[in-house]
Structures are given as structure tokens and as C-alpha cells.
């Protein structure tokens, strides 16, 4: 995996560009690194072993390649897993609900404590393509995400436009609401 760059560097606000289609080979390879290391970041012995930060997303910005790609590899309260490598992915609808992580949210750029809250909606639904990981090609997609995996894209699909959740902190959102009361979280925060 590339370094992941850090809060300041200019490619972390600047807006990502399409990937083109059909996947070149270099394009298959990042979205299956994106992804590996999201998953070996969740993995208790990798991250001992390699001094990962955990993680639920990790978007191509993040290694200074300005493309439209990200990996999400994350549950919801069901259960239900969702691991994507995303492509050229679009925000078609949104609930008018917005919610919040009660903790705020983390990210791998970010090495510094934020205070804050950032808005996000409940549900949303998105299409683009996803990398198929048994034929390395984009797929299209089309999938309705609500509560934390709604959050997890919307906070990747962010990096793809040049936004960072730190210029999105609020100390209170009155019109939104918490995804989980705080005593109810039984894991530490993951960084998105």
C-alpha cells in the first residue's frame, strides 16, 4: 500500500477525476490494495504486526492518486456487509433525515483529535461500478445504503470531491440525529 498522505496536502482537496473504462491494469490493482488494506486494517494480528490504523474506507485521494475510487469494507447494525472497491460512484437520492456518528468521525489523513460533529444523511442511494474481484472488471452498481454504511460512503465519496469531514464539524446539529445513543457503542471508533 502507498503512503497515506496526511491533513495539508493538497490532494486532499482537490476534486478527483473519472476512471476510465474498461479498468487498466494499474486501476484494478488500486482498488484490490484500497480494499486489502482496509480489511487488514480490521485484522487484529496485521494490525499488531504492521501497525495499522483500523479502518472501514480508504479512498484513492488518500494515496495521492486523484481518481474516483474507494474501498469500503464495513457492517451494518444487522450484520450485513458491505465491501465494495467503488467507481465513479454518484449520489442519486437522499433521505431528508440526517444523522450523525455521536463520537465523531475519524480518518486515516487526520492524525489530530477533532471535536465536532459531521452531518450525514440517513439513507441514501447511490449507482456507479464496483471492481468485481473474481473477473477484475467494473461492474455496475446500484445499492440503497442507510445508517453506518450510508455514512462510511458518504464520508469516501467526500475525498473524491476534495472535502474533508474537518471542514464539516459543527459543535451541535439540532435537526439530525444520533446514529446510536454514545453508551450503546460497544466498539472503539474506526476511522473511516
Known amino acids: 500500500m502507498n503512503h497515506i498522505i496526511r491533513e495539508g496536502h493538497p490532494s486532499l ?15 484494478i ?3 484490490k490494495s484500497l480494499l486489502e488494506y482496509v480489511k487488514n486494517s480490521q485484522d487484529d494480528a496485521m494490525v499488531k504486526k504492521y501497525k495499522l490504523r483500523p479502518s472501514v474506507g480508504l479512498a484513492a485521494p488518500q494515496i495521492n492518486q486523484l481518481k474516483r475510487m474507494f474501498a ?5 447494525l444487522d450484520g450485513t456487509l458491505y465491501s465494495y472497491v467503488m467507481i465513479n460512484p454518484e449520489i442519486i437520492a437522499h433521505s431528508k433525515e440526517e444523522t450523525y456518528l ?3 468521525e475519524g480518518c486515516l489523513s487526520v492524525d489530530r483529535p477533532t471535536n465536532g460533529l459531521t452531518p450525514r444523511y440517513f439513507a441514501i442511494k447511490i ?30 465519496y467526500d475525498h473524491l470531491e476534495g472535502i474533508m469531514f474537518t471542514s464539516k464539524l459543527y459543535p451541535k446539529l439540532p435537526n439530525a440525529f444520533p446514529l446510536f445513543e454514545p453508551n450503546e457503542a460497544d466498539e472503539d471508533e474506526e476511522n473511516i
Not at 469500503?72 to 451494518?76: I, L, S, T
Not at 456507479?128 to 452498481?141: F, R
Request: aromatic share 6%; net charge negative; hydrophobic share 30%.
Open 102 to 104: 455521536p463520537g465523531g
Open 127 to 156: 449507482r456507479g461500478y464496483h471492481l468485481d474481484m473474481e473477473t477484475s472488471t467494473a461492474q455496475p452498481i446500484e445499492l440503497s445504503l442507510q445508517g453506518y454504511p450510508s455514512i462510511v460512503f458518504q464520508h469516501e
Open 13 to 27: 482537496t482537490t476534486p478527483s477525476k473519472p476512471v476510465l473504462l474498461p479498468l487498466s491494469q494499474k486501476d
Open 72 to 76: 469500503m469494507h464495513v457492517e451494518d
Open 29 to 31: 490493482d488500486l482498488g
